[in-house]
């Protein structure tokens, strides 16, 4: 079966930076998704990772280590508009499924 | 890039009514359409997986006959609510297997408020 951890809820200041955690627990691992939800609205794809590291995209990061069952994604230079709920998923079933499993979701609201 | 259509945004109805929701790709074939709910402040959840001429596969809790996938074309799933009650109220959200060759392979429609009185 699959489990996904992340945080409830995280508060940051606009301009800072904010790491948001996911641990999860998979039977077989095909990559690590984050998706962005604002309320009320649909997901919006952030990061795909396979492999072990840091990917930096523009002012999002996603990092992972499969052999801790650990990822994070990481804001700098934070804007209020990235005030949404961060989604962390995982397919699950075989490699090239995109039936997800979804973590419950943080929601992060950005102050000023 | 790919873009899903999900209609209506909004729906309100009478609690025994059936209600239809469409989920269509605009710009690509998806074989492989998928439907969540997702209640508040909670995480979605998969309903089941809609197969373009075949039968949905519904996950553990998930009643067929009340939530009637229709997959008939390579564009079009359909999510219908049958005799919906109160506890229906959700948010619907479909998403169709893109395989663009990129990881966003996952294309999500902007998702149904349900409201049932």
């Known amino acids: 079966g699959q489990n996904i951890d992340q945080p409830t809820e995280m508060t940051a200041t606009e301009g800072a930076i904010v790491q948001i955690n996911c641990t999860y627990q998979?039977?077989?691992?095909?990559?690590l998704f984050w998706y962005q939800q604002h309320a009320g609205e649909a997901p919006t794809f952030l990061s795909y990772?396979?492999?072990?590291g840091l990917e930096e995209k523009g002012r999002f990061s996603s990092f992972l280590s499969r052999s801790k069952g650990y990822s994070y994604l990481l804001l700098k230079e934070l804007q209020m508009k990235d005030s949404a709920s961060y989604l962390c998923?995982?397919?699950?079933?075989?490699?090239?499924?995109?039936?997800?499993?979804f973590g419950k979701g943080t929601k992060l609201s950005v102050i000023p | 890039g790919a873009v899903v259509s999900q209609h209506p945004s909004r729906v309100i109805c009478k609690s025994g009514t059936s209600v239809k929701i469409e989920c269509r790709s605009l710009?690509?074939?998806?074989?492989?359409m998928f439907w969540y709910r997702q209640f508040p402040k909670k995480s979605l959840m998969l309903m089941a997986t809609?197969?373009?001429?075949?039968?949905?596969?519904?996950e553990q809790g998930v009643e067929k006959d009340k939530f009637l996938i229709n997959h008939a074309s390579l564009t079009l799933s359909t999510l219908t609510v049958t005799s919906a009650h109160p506890e229906d109220s959700s948010f619907y959200i479909c998403?169709?297997?893109?395989?663009?060759?990129?990881?966003?392979?996952?294309?999500f429609g902007s998702g149904t408020q349900l409201s049932v009185l």
């Open positions: 998403s169709a297997d893109g395989r663009t060759g990129r990881h966003e392979k996952l294309f």
């Open positions: 998979t039977s077989g691992f095909n990559g």
């Open positions: 990772n396979v492999l072990d």
């Open positions: 998923a995982a397919p699950s079933s075989g490699a090239g499924s995109y039936q997800l499993t």
């Open positions: 710009d690509f074939q998806a074989t492989t």
């Open positions: 809609s197969n373009e001429g075949s039968k949905a596969t519904y």
